[in-house]
């Protein structure tokens, strides 16, 4: 792609993110959405690859629908109360439409069945956007109108750390497990969302970091799918050795980063009278754990059978840059010690 569009590209993803960010009015918010999904449209379709192209249908129609949804859920709020400000969502009705629409912009569980088939289609560049930069606008609207139907967050919620754990299970694809993981990280913040919109916040850049290091170690080792997990240790000696880690990171486990807001959010919703609740979401973590544990499995415990130890390719100099997942790496996996300090600022 020539640098100069995909400079207007990704400025364009900044810009719809940045204007839904500083946005009170929501026509100004629906207008960000818009230039969001119309700015990653032509990233996703850069391959021009029939599965490429399918995932950016699939992608367009989606948003689409989400984006009518949350315009005539604005337009009621503002047709019952003459309100279009966002702080000012006080019916029922429209407050309903909308977070169902935000939530199947993000992919929320049970509106979530495009996200794996859309992730799938993609590079892991690409995929690496839409797993984290474009979960930004929705989150922001969803913490600034603080949804009152707590049953309805508590549903999308469950439903999602389940079906997000439940359908990794017997994946194959990265890609789709990676999508599974996002739906599952989505379920937990949404639980939490009415009691501690902090808390909130903090599960969303943890799960940046593990997310963004996940994505970018795939990419080093040009890996898609599990059986070519087998190669890594030729590749890349190292990071094959952290890799584990970082996924254990994503399924919690201390005392790993990822073992931070999962404590934090069962311990806010045992204060708030939710031990059940709390229960069925880290029993629901568990389904998360194993497919974490088999991509750990295949990538440190197997070595691919055609590799030859004379021409291991960790041996030339390699062209990529590396600081990125240096620095998301190390945060993905000692950030705990630092949870009190990351909740004073989150606080404050």
Same mark, same amino acid.
């Given at each position: 792609?020539?640098?100069?569009?995909?400079?207007?590209?990704?400025?364009?993803?900044?810009?719809?993110?940045?204007?839904?960010?500083?946005?009170?009015?929501?026509?100004?918010?629906? !207008? $960000?959405?818009?230039?969001?999904?119309?700015?990653?449209?032509?990233?996703?379709?850069?391959?021009?690859?029939?599965?490429?192209?399918?995932?950016?249908?699939?992608?367009?129609? /989606?948003?689409?629908?989400? @984006?009518?949804?949350?315009?005539?859920?604005?337009? /009621?709020?503002?047709?019952?109360? $003459?309100?279009?400000?966002?702080?000012?969502?006080?019916?029922?009705?429209?407050?309903?439409?909308?977070?169902?629409? #935000?939530?199947?912009?993000?992919? *929320?569980?049970?509106?979530?069945?495009?996200?794996?088939?859309? *992730?799938?289609?993609?590079?892991?560049?690409?995929?690496?956007?839409?797993?984290?930069?474009?979960?930004?606008?929705?989150?922001?609207? &969803?913490?600034?109108?603080?949804?009152?139907?707590?049953? &309805?967050?508590?549903?999308?919620?469950?439903?999602?750390?389940?079906? $997000?754990?439940?359908?990794?299970?017997?994946?194959?694809?990265?890609?789709?497990?990676?999508?599974?993981?996002?739906?599952?990280?989505? $379920?937990?913040?949404?639980?939490? &969302?009415?009691?501690?919109?902090?808390?909130?916040?903090?599960? *969303?850049?943890?799960?940046?970091?593990?997310?963004?290091?996940?994505?970018?170690?795939?990419?080093?080792?040009?890996?898609?799918?599990?059986?070519? +997990?087998?190669?890594?240790?030729?590749?890349?000696?190292? +990071?094959?050795?952290? !890799?584990?880690?970082?996924?254990?990171?994503?399924?919690?486990?201390?005392?790993?980063?990822?073992? !931070?807001?999962?404590?934090?959010?069962?311990?806010?919703?045992?204060?708030?009278?939710?031990?059940?609740? @709390?229960?069925?979401?880290?029993?629901?973590?568990?389904?998360?754990?194993?497919?974490? *544990?088999?991509?750990?499995? @295949?990538?440190?415990?197997?070595?691919?059978?055609?590799?030859? /130890?004379?021409?291991?390719?960790?041996?030339?100099?390699?062209?990529?840059?590396?600081?990125?997942?240096?620095?998301?790496?190390? #945060?993905?996996?000692?950030? +705990?010690?630092?949870?009190?300090?990351? !909740?004073?600022?989150?606080?404050?």
């Amino acid at each position: 792609m020539n640098p100069y569009i995909l400079m207007t590209l990704l400025f364009g993803l900044g810009l719809g993110t940045t204007i839904t960010f500083a946005s009170s009015h929501w026509l100004l918010a629906w !207008m $960000g959405l818009e230039l969001n999904t119309l700015a990653i449209i032509p990233l996703m379709a850069q391959l021009h690859h029939p599965r490429a192209v399918e995932a950016t249908t699939k992608y367009f129609l /989606t948003q689409a629908a989400a @984006a009518a949804t949350l315009l005539f859920g604005s337009i /009621t709020n503002a047709w019952l109360t $003459g309100q279009w400000e966002i702080q000012q969502l006080s019916h029922p009705l429209p407050t309903t439409m909308i977070t169902l629409a #935000l939530a199947l912009k993000i992919g *929320l569980a049970p509106l979530h069945a495009w996200l794996p088939e859309v *992730l799938q289609g993609l590079d892991l560049t690409t995929g690496f956007i839409l797993s984290t930069w474009q979960k930004l606008a929705p989150f922001a609207l &969803l913490l600034q109108i603080q949804p009152t139907n707590s049953n &309805l967050l508590i549903f999308l919620g469950l439903a999602s750390t389940l079906i $997000g754990g439940w359908g990794g299970l017997n994946q194959t694809q990265l890609r789709k497990i990676l999508a599974y993981s996002s739906i599952a990280h989505l $379920g937990w913040m949404i639980l939490v &969302l009415q009691f501690s919109p902090q808390l909130t916040l903090l599960t *969303l850049m943890t799960y940046f970091l593990m997310t963004a290091s996940a994505f970018l170690i795939f990419k080093i080792n040009n890996s898609t799918n599990i059986n070519t +997990l087998a190669t890594s240790w030729a590749k890349t000696p190292a +990071l094959t050795t952290l !890799m584990p880690l970082i996924l254990l990171s994503l399924g919690g486990l201390p005392p790993l980063t990822g073992f !931070m807001p999962k404590w934090l959010i069962l311990q806010e919703l045992t204060k708030q009278d939710l031990a059940p609740t @709390a229960t069925l979401a880290a029993l629901t973590a568990l389904l998360s754990l194993y497919f974490y *544990l088999r991509l750990s499995y @295949a990538m440190t415990l197997t070595i691919s059978s055609n590799t030859l /130890t004379a021409t291991t390719p960790w041996r030339f100099t390699s062209t990529q840059t590396t600081l990125p997942v240096a620095t998301t790496t190390s #945060l993905s996996l000692w950030l +705990l010690p630092l949870t009190p300090a990351m !909740m004073a600022i989150l606080t404050i």
